[in-house]
Structure formats: C-alpha cells, structure tokens
C-alpha cells in the first residue's frame, strides 16, 4: 500500500517537473485552437488558430518551454515543416514581456486546470465552429 502511494507521488513530481518548463501548450483540432495549460498571448493564439485553419491541420500540439532567451516551440502531431516555420515565425516576434505577463485562462475547465488535452476538449465551453 505504501509503496503505491510513493510511487504515484514520484509520478506526479516528475510530471509536474516535466510541465514546470514550459510556458504554455496549445492542442489544435481542426483548425481550432485550445489552450490547454500556460498563459499564451491571445494574438498568438489567434494567430496560429489562423495558420493552422489555413494548413488544414487536424490534429496537433504546439509547446513553448522556457529558453534563456524567452521561449522555444515544440510540435507534435499533424504539422508540416512549412507549417511549424510560420508559427516559429509568429512566436519569434512576441517580445519576452508579452509571454511574461500573458493572461491566464478564464475560467478553466477541469482538462485545462489539469493539463490533459483530451479532457479539456471534452469539458471546451466556447462556442463551437
């Protein structure tokens, strides 16, 4: 019993290392965009809602962890080369105090209080498209 209990606790610790670093991760479905944990500018999230509608990407996630120099994407899913360049593109020209003080989301479902895509998708308020 008490070994289950150590080891979901490492499990935790570890996961929340893991996620310390990063500022905020987006998941895309569709060409919607959500953010699931973080504080993202809304103009950047508005403009990779844009690139992604335009690209056609279904499915994906973009993640910006901490740099020294401000932040650094990361990308999984259904993005092209080409796609991921226009969002490093966008992302490069955000100042460092724009991600700093990037507002929080409101009202958060439990996915998003979380950090689980899948659920913050199930639980989205927003209007659908």
């Not at 209990?5 to 959500?34: K, P, Q, Y």
């Not at 944990?37 to 962890?65: K, L, W």
């Not at 955000?94 to 979380?114: D, E, F, W």
């Amino acid at each position: 019993m008490y070994l289950a209990l150590v080891v979901v606790a490492v499990v935790f610790v570890l996961a929340w290392l893991a996620r310390h670093e990063d500022l905020f991760c987006l998941s895309i479905r569709d060409g919607r965009v959500l953010v699931v944990r973080g504080r993202a500018p809304s103009g950047f999230v508005s403009d990779v809602g844009d690139i992604a509608a335009r690209d056609g990407v279904r499915d994906a996630t973009v993640r910006a962890v901490k740099t020294e120099r401000g932040g650094r994407l990361l990308f999984s899913g259904d993005l092209s080369e080409g796609t991921q360049q226009r969002l490093r593109n966008v992302f490069g020209i955000l100042p460092a105090a724009q991600l700093r003080h990037a507002p929080p989301i409101k009202n958060p479902t439990l996915g998003q209080v979380l950090g689980i895509a899948w659920l913050a998708w199930l639980l989205d308020r927003s209007t659908r498209a």
